[in-house]
């Protein structure tokens, strides 16, 4: 049997942490599992994954600015290098697939991991991008483009429900789905909730994510807001590469990355959780029914978009980074509410698929 290539984007680690259900399953079914990533995502997966073949894929590296009206600003100026990107890492997919025997692609997000000869799948929730602003203006040929980039892989897995809204709205819910258009449920790392203890350890937990310079300035605004208490406050810092444990006050810890047993128990040990609307984090938050507040990335207009599509829902609540900022550690205590899951996650859907899949090699 030939093996499996699976390769995330590389904007910070929620594209890898989704793929592990996919990983695991494929495993399950007797799959040769090669993994393929760059930055954090290759340190995600040599720590979770030390004994699979693991390729060092390099990817474009995004950037938002700092403060102002223009926080897309550089994602613009760089669209030019990110086509080069797509075109290089095609090129080295082709050399890949002959040196690795690989027979079957599935990339999350990375549009130039395609081959015209071998089974190519795409995971994504973004099949209706979303813009602010009066970069609204060049939305449609931004989705005209983003379709285009659709065109060569053979199907496109969508993590989410197919039943609107579904976790992710309008964004993965177009008008029209073509049959290679296919949902496979929300994709999360954790497999059961993890309701917080009688009386957690933990006052806060906040979880921080994305990529540079916003990962660093909202831990920074987060050591601001815990340093000196009266809260006691784990910072997580997604940084699966590291492994430090920093004390910065009585109050304080930060921690670098940890295993997805003790991130589990830190959750439960935790009594508010304070993270990005990144995607795959909702999904874990479904996953694991916990609530949380939620700080939509400046400039991110997925994260708004997500922010505001579960501004309703009991089980987060929504502030601006600004907003963060001023305000004191008590605003983002959520009052406890009994957490309803209207729609279940159902695994067999994406055995069916990885069965399938396995059927072709």
Same mark, same amino acid.
């Given at each position: 049997?030939?093996?499996?290539?699976?390769?995330?984007?590389?904007?910070?680690?929620?594209?890898?942490?989704?793929?592990?259900?996919?990983?695991?399953?494929?495993?399950?079914?007797?799959?040769?599992?090669?993994?393929?990533?760059?930055?954090?995502?290759?340190?995600?997966?040599?720590?979770?994954?030390?004994?699979?073949?693991?390729?060092?894929?390099?990817?474009?590296?995004?950037?938002?600015?700092?403060?102002?009206?223009?926080?897309?600003?550089?994602?613009?100026?760089?669209?030019?290098?990110?086509?080069?990107?797509?075109?290089?890492?095609?090129?080295?997919?082709?050399?890949?697939?002959?040196?690795?025997?690989?027979?079957?692609?599935?990339?999350?997000?990375?549009?130039?991991?395609?081959?015209?000869?071998?089974?190519?799948?795409?995971?994504?929730?973004?099949?209706?991008?979303?813009?602010?602003?009066?970069?609204?203006?060049?939305?449609?040929?931004?989705?005209?483009?983003?379709?285009?980039?659709?065109?060569?892989?053979?199907?496109?897995?969508?993590?989410?429900?197919?039943?609107?809204?579904?976790?992710?709205?309008?964004?993965?819910?177009?008008?029209?789905?073509?049959?290679?258009?296919?949902?496979?449920?929300? /994709?999360? =790392?954790?497999?059961?909730?993890? *309701?917080?203890?009688?009386? #957690?350890?933990?006052?806060? !937990? &906040?979880?921080?994510?994305?990529?540079?310079?916003?990962?660093?300035?909202?831990?920074?605004?987060?050591?601001?807001?815990?340093?000196?208490?009266?809260?006691?406050?784990?910072?997580?810092?997604?940084?699966?590469?590291?492994?430090?444990?920093?004390?910065?006050?009585?109050?304080?810890?930060?921690?670098?990355?940890?295993?997805?047993?003790?991130?589990?128990?830190?959750?439960?040990?935790?009594?508010?959780?304070?993270?990005?609307?990144?995607?795959?984090?909702?999904?874990?938050?479904?996953? /694991?029914? =916990?609530?949380?507040?939620?700080? *939509?990335?400046?400039?991110? #207009?997925?994260?708004?978009? !997500? &922010?505001?599509?579960?501004?309703?829902?009991?089980?987060?609540?929504?502030?601006?980074?600004?907003?963060?900022?001023?305000?004191?550690?008590?605003?983002?205590?959520?009052?406890?509410?009994?957490?309803?899951?209207?729609?279940?996650?159902?695994?067999?859907?994406?055995?069916?698929?990885?069965?399938?899949?396995?059927?072709?090699?």
């Amino acid at each position: 049997m030939k093996k499996v290539l699976i390769a995330p984007l590389n904007w910070g680690i929620g594209h890898a942490t989704r793929c592990v259900p996919i990983i695991e399953m494929l495993m399950g079914l007797g799959a040769e599992v090669v993994l393929a990533g760059h930055g954090l995502v290759y340190d995600f997966f040599n720590n979770r994954y030390p004994g699979l073949e693991l390729i060092m894929l390099p990817g474009h590296i995004v950037s938002y600015q700092t403060r102002g009206r223009r926080l897309m600003l550089p994602v613009v100026k760089g669209l030019p290098g990110y086509a080069l990107s797509l075109y290089k890492e095609h090129q080295i997919l082709k050399n890949l697939v002959t040196t690795h025997k690989i027979g079957f692609i599935i990339s999350d997000n990375r549009y130039g991991l395609w081959h015209p000869d071998i089974p190519s799948v795409l995971i994504t929730h973004q099949i209706k991008v979303r813009i602010n602003g009066l970069w609204k203006l060049g939305l449609p040929m931004v989705r005209m483009t983003t379709h285009w980039f659709f065109h060569p892989f053979d199907e496109i897995w969508i993590p989410d429900y197919a039943p609107q809204p579904g976790l992710a709205g309008q964004l993965s819910h177009p008008r029209h789905t073509p049959n290679k258009f296919k949902y496979i449920g929300p /994709l999360s =790392r954790f497999d059961k909730p993890a *309701p917080k203890l009688p009386h #957690p350890q933990y006052d806060f !937990l &906040a979880l921080v994510s994305g990529p540079e310079p916003q990962r660093t300035i909202f831990e920074n605004i987060l050591i601001r807001l815990f340093h000196s208490g009266p809260y006691k406050t784990i910072i997580l810092r997604g940084l699966p590469g590291h492994a430090d444990i920093i004390r910065k006050s009585p109050y304080l810890t930060l921690i670098s990355h940890l295993p997805d047993d003790q991130f589990y128990d830190l959750v439960r040990n935790s009594a508010q959780i304070i993270c990005r609307p990144g995607y795959s984090t909702l999904m874990d938050l479904m996953a /694991l029914q =916990r609530q949380a507040v939620l700080v *939509p990335t400046p400039g991110q #207009p997925e994260q708004e978009y !997500l &922010a505001s599509l579960h501004r309703t829902n009991s089980q987060f609540r929504v502030f601006s980074q600004k907003e963060i900022e001023i305000l004191p550690p008590q605003a983002f205590i959520m009052p406890e509410t009994s957490l309803v899951e209207t729609q279940k996650y159902n695994p067999e859907i994406l055995e069916k698929t990885c069965s399938t899949l396995l059927k072709i090699l």
